[in-house]
């Protein structure tokens, strides 16, 4: 049986739904960050990140992060991909943990292209007004 949200060549690779609650009013749009904690290299590696989501939202539904979706913006990860990556830890390596990070931010984004995860960041810093998170974990 195909996992559902296992990454590229591992399954469908479909996103997972996603809902949430307590946006602080001043929230001008919201990103959403997922990235491997447990990957053995320096730093955790980013699968996906969205920005330009509306605060008036409450959720995405599944399947829903990819290119094209409305009312998204998709950066590049670590890959220069776009789009929903899902798991896809070392066979053997163990359990990874997944972390989805969802960012209210105080102003809205602007990019001429995707940007990669570096300019993102930066483009964030200092518009961070609450942050939340979800916690998975996957193992081959």
Same mark, same amino acid.
């Given at each position: 049986m195909?996992?559902?949200?296992a990454g590229i060549g591992l399954g469908e690779n479909i996103s997972p739904p996603f809902?949430?609650?307590g946006i602080p009013p001043e929230a001008a749009e919201l990103a959403l960050i997922m990235e491997d904690l447990d990957v053995p290299l320096p730093r955790p590696i980013v699968h996906t990140f969205v920005y330009g989501i509306s605060p008036d939202r409450r959720g995405i539904e599944e399947? @829903? !992060?990819k290119v094209g979706s409305k009312d998204l913006g998709f950066g590049k990860n670590l890959l220069g991909m776009q789009g929903y990556v899902g798991?896809?830890?070392i066979p053997g390596h163990g359990p990874h943990r997944y972390v989805f990070h969802l960012l @209210? !931010?105080?102003r809205q984004t602007r990019f001429q292209s995707p940007p990669g995860l570096k300019a993102f960041w930066k483009e964030i810093s200092g518009t961070v007004i609450a942050h939340g998170h979800l916690v998975?974990?996957?193992e081959r």
């Open positions: 195909p996992l559902p949200s809902t949430w609650s399947g @829903a !992060l798991p896809g830890p @209210a !931010l105080k998975g974990v996957y």
